[in-house]
């Protein structure tokens, strides 16, 4: 919300050439990215000099969810194989005819 101020001042309130608009709203993004959206991983980062195990848990929490999924997605490809439902022909798109 910060931002949008910062940008809305910097277009409408100051007299400046189009040139220091320009920068001062790549400025602006540069602020949002750095200041707000980063923030995180600057947590993280610091996080990690004093304890590796919790800096990484998000890692270990992403790996078992996706482990998860990978799993499951192979079950399902087994049941559908076993029923027949999986058409494996090249030609069962009308754009591979």
């Given amino acids: 919300m910060l931002v949008i101020i910062r940008i809305f001042y910097t277009f409408v309130?100051?007299?400046i050439t189009p040139i220091?608009?320009?920068k001062a709203f790549f400025e602006a993004i540069q602020s949002l990215f750095v200041d707000f959206l980063f923030k995180p991983f600057d947590w993280l980062r610091s996080?990690?000099?004093s304890s590796w195990v919790g800096a990484n848990l998000i890692n270990?929490?992403?790996m078992i969810i996706c482990g998860y999924y990978i799993v499951?997605?192979?079950k399902q490809l087994v049941?559908?194989?076993k029923n027949?439902?999986?058409n494996q022909d090249t030609t069962a798109h009308?754009?591979?005819k």
Avoid: D, G
């Fill in 20 to 22: 220091l608009k320009m």
């Fill in 84 to 86: 027949n439902e999986e």
């Fill in 79 to 81: 049941i559908h194989q």
């Fill in 47 to 49: 996080w990690e000099l």
């Fill in 72 to 74: 499951y997605w192979c």
């Fill in 60 to 62: 270990w929490a992403m």
């Fill in 13 to 15: 309130t100051v007299n």
């Fill in 94 to 96: 009308s754009f591979l």
